[in-house]
């Protein structure tokens, strides 16, 4: 997939999987892209955004992975890190339950808004399996090439870190982990879908877990508690 001058990956990331992007298998995929957005289709999410969570999260900075699956497909909702909307969009039913959960594990009531950034900005690496999607489509990108890429980036993760958390949440989440290695957490629960979490992600405990990991190798926990909606809306104005 060629870059164009709106479409860059973080330099540290570049670095490592900058050059699956020019793999033939990318290259028909930027052409699907291409074709498809040519049809007057709406893809998800806006071109600059696709590789949002590897600028937020550098490579050196990530301690925690949050893996998702595709990009929500409906207007305004994705911008390019896994489960989050910008402030102002209605907070999707997983992103409930995940809050939800965090509630229960940790006694931080929901915040105002549904944006991830300030995770993502401790390291937290908010990342999809598959990057864009087609509006009203969900999976519709699945088995285009995406999925090659992210197995890429969770393999150099694997190999050049130690002691990272794999939050791996679903099937699809969980196939990921057949990558590792076994040098870090990998913690494993249902989808936090409303569909299945009650199957065990509410009450799965992992933010508590993820964070007692993390001190236990000397480095600060997440701070779960995401900022008022007014002082995210600063940060994402000053990017």
């Not at 339950?97 to 900005?121: M, S, T, V, Y």
Request: proline share 9%; with cysteine.
């Amino acid at each position: 997939m060629a870059e164009d001058d709106r479409i860059r990956l973080e330099p540290s990331w570049k670095a490592r999987v900058g050059d699956y992007l020019q793999r033939p298998d990318m290259q028909e995929l930027s052409a699907f892209l291409r074709k498809e957005k040519a049809a007057g289709k709406r893809i998800f999410p806006p071109g600059p955004r696709i590789f949002s969570a590897l600028d937020a999260t550098p490579f050196d900075q990530v301690k925690v992975v949050v893996l998702g699956q595709d990009p929500y497909h409906g207007a305004g909702q994705a911008h390019g890190l896994c489960f989050s909307v910008l402030p102002g969009v209605p907070v999707p039913p997983s992103l409930l339950n995940i809050f939800k959960e965090i509630q229960g594990d940790l006694g931080i009531p929901p915040p105002d808004h549904g944006c991830l950034l300030p995770w993502a900005r401790q390291g937290v690496l908010l990342l999809n399996a598959v990057l864009t999607v087609e509006e009203g489509k969900a999976g519709s990108h699945q088995g285009k090439g995406w999925e090659g890429f992210t197995d890429a980036i969770v393999q150099a993760l694997d190999r050049e870190k130690e002691g990272l958390v794999f939050l791996l949440w679903g099937s699809y989440a969980q196939a990921k982990g057949k990558l590792l290695q076994g040098r870090h957490c990998v913690l494993r629960a249902p989808h936090p879908s409303p569909l299945s979490a009650h199957r065990g992600f509410l009450g799965c405990g992992h933010f508590g877990k993820a964070n007692r990991w993390l001190q236990g190798g000397g480095k600060a926990p997440i701070q779960w508690a995401l900022p008022p909606r007014a002082e995210v809306e600063a940060m994402l104005a000053g990017d």
